[in-house]
């Protein structure tokens, strides 16, 4: 049985975020077939919550290519985020453009791949 591409694309939801208490990321990686696979992630240095939210899409990418997924959608609540990566929002900060030049580097080891902003509810 062929699968259609719809079948084949995996749903990636990420979130990053940075307080006094600590940094960490959360990642909910969707199988096509609906499995859920889940990973939460602590950050030892103190990054900002925009740095956050960008390592949590860094870890979305090495956990979906670790599991053999070739195409993903990936969703964030991070408006500013995800409009820098695709493109819309330009990156002034330094920081931020080594971590979009990173993330579309990993990106290119997939067949197809979009982000996508959610409301934070």
Not at 106 to 113: G, K, N, P, S, Y
Request: glycine share 6%; charged share 25%; proline share 2%.
């Amino acid at each position: 049985m062929v699968q259609s591409e719809e079948e084949e694309v995996w749903r990636v939801f990420v979130h990053g975020a940075s307080s006094l208490a600590g940094c960490g990321v959360g990642v909910v990686i969707i199988s096509p077939p609906g499995e859920k696979i889940k990973l939460e992630i602590r950050i030892d240095s103190r990054v900002t919550n925009n740095e956050a939210e960008y390592e949590a899409v860094l870890a979305c990418i090495r956990a979906t290519w670790e599991v053999g997924a070739s195409r993903i959608i990936l969703y964030s609540d991070s408006q500013l985020i995800t409009q820098q990566i695709k493109g819309a929002y330009e990156a002034n900060d330094s920081r931020m453009i080594k971590y979009i030049r990173l993330i579309q580097a990993q990106a290119e080891t997939f067949v197809d791949w979009s982000v996508e902003q959610i409301p934070r509810e």
